[in-house]
């Protein structure tokens, strides 16, 4: 059976950091392509960052630069370190994973529930 579970997310000041975490069994993290996305109330769910079977990852515009995806395939965890933070970063934030690179199209075959992350102004 697949999990999927995220943990890092918290109430944190503009500018600070957060290092969100994805922790994954069942699946061979190694031929999984991960992503992560976030949603408010009342929007659809964004794709945020994501990194393909093959390594290549993909960051959506507004968070270039500030986030960095990476992963520790001995450990099967999905990392997204995020700086500068931003009000507007506020969302609760999924990791996915499936074996087809979905890019931020939010087909992931696996989802987490999600954790929550407030930035106050």
């Known amino acids: 059976q697949v999990q999927v579970v995220e943990s890092g997310g918290g109430l944190v000041q503009a500018g600070g950091s957060l290092r969100l975490s994805c922790t994954t069994s069942?699946?061979?993290?190694?031929?999984?392509?991960m992503g992560w996305f976030r949603q408010v109330p009342g929007k659809e769910r964004e794709g945020v960052a994501t990194?393909?079977?093959?390594?290549?990852?993909m960051y959506a515009d507004s968070v270039k630069g500030r986030f960095t995806i990476s992963q520790d395939k001995a450990k099967n965890t999905l990392y997204l370190q995020m700086n500068s933070l931003k009000p507007e970063d506020t969302a609760m934030y999924y990791c996915?994973?499936?074996?087809?690179?979905?890019?931020?199209?939010?087909?992931?075959?696996?989802w987490g529930r999600g954790t929550q992350v407030t930035v106050s102004s």
């Open positions: 990194i393909a079977i093959y390594g290549r990852t």
């Open positions: 069942g699946l061979r993290f190694a031929a999984y392509s």
């Open positions: 996915a994973a499936d074996r087809i690179d979905w890019w931020f199209v939010a087909k992931y075959n696996y």
